[in-house]
Nanobody, 122 residues
Framework: EVQLVESGGGLVQPGGSLRLSCAASGFTFDDYAIGWFRQAPGKGREGISCISSRDGSTYIDSVKGRFTISSDNGKSAVYLQMNSLKPEDTAVYYC????????????????WGQGTQVTVSS
């Protein structure tokens, strides 16, 4: 059974940093792309970054230069280092897995974690 578990969310002041973790199990980690999504209250789920052995990493423009995605294949884990956080980054953050090449949108992903809340506020 594919399982994804996010952790690392919390409350942080504007300009602060958080590191999210996504622990994966139940599948061959190297064969999958792992994406990070977020969903703010009243908004749709937004893909923000993705990483895979085949295609490297991608980011949406609003997080480029502030967020860094990385993976540890030995631990079957993906991380999202978030720096210079802004109030508009407040959302529930999800990781998800996909077998597709360059999965850019939510329907391309097959399994999801339960999410972790990130709140950026003073």
């Amino acid at each position: 059974e594919v399982q994804l578990v996010e952790s690392g969310g919390g409350l942080v002041q504007p300009g602060g940093s958080l590191r999210l973790s996504c622990a994966a199990s139940g599948f061959t980690f190297d064969d999958y792309a792992i994406g990070w999504f977020r969903q703010a209250p009243g908004k749709g789920r937004e893909g923000i970054s993705c990483i895979s052995s085949r295609d490297g990493s991608t980011y949406i423009d609003s997080v480029k230069g502030r967020f860094t995605i990385s993976s540890d294949n030995g631990k079957s884990a993906v991380y999202l280092q978030m720096n210079s956080l802004k109030p508009e980054d407040t959302a529930v953050y999800y990781c998800a897995s996909s077998t597709r090449d360059r999965p850019a949108i939510a329907w391309m992903y097959d399994a999801w974690g339960q999410g972790t809340q990130v709140t950026v506020s003073s």
